[in-house]
């Protein structure tokens, strides 16, 4: 049984930054994506950054030159660094992994970005 596992988030100064992980276990293949998700409340949840077993990655707008998205090789672990933190950015983030027609949903991690 595939599960998905978030950590790292956490309450941060705007400015500042976090790591966010993400692991997908109980599965022997590699997944096609693994994705970030974010949502606040009142609004639909939106695709924050993915990643390839490739490596090719996708940001939303809002995040690019803020954000980065790593992938350790062979693994199905992710990590998001986000950097230059803005009250914008918080949320619960979510980790999404697909594989062919399944997706996958972690419990999600609250960011809170506030003085």
């Known amino acids: 049984q595939v599960q998905v596992a978030e950590s790292g988030g956490g309450l941060v100064l705007p400015g500042g930054s976090l790591r966010l992980s993400c692991t997908a276990s109980?599965?022997?293949?590699?997944?096609?994506?693994i994705n970030w998700y974010r949502q606040v409340p009142g609004k639909q949840r939106e695709l924050v950054a993915m990643i390839t077993p490739g490596g090719s990655t996708y940001f939303t707008e809002s995040v690019k030159n803020r954000f980065a998205i790593a992938r350790l090789t062979g693994k199905n672990t992710v990590y998001l660094a986000m950097s230059s933190l803005e009250p914008e950015d918080t949320g619960v983030y979510y980790c999404?992994?697909?594989?062919?027609?399944?997706?996958?949903w972690g419990q999600g991690t609250q960011v809170t970005v506030s003085s």
């Open positions: 999404n992994a697909v594989f062919a027609d399944a997706d996958y």
């Open positions: 109980g599965s022997s293949f590699t997944f096609d994506s």
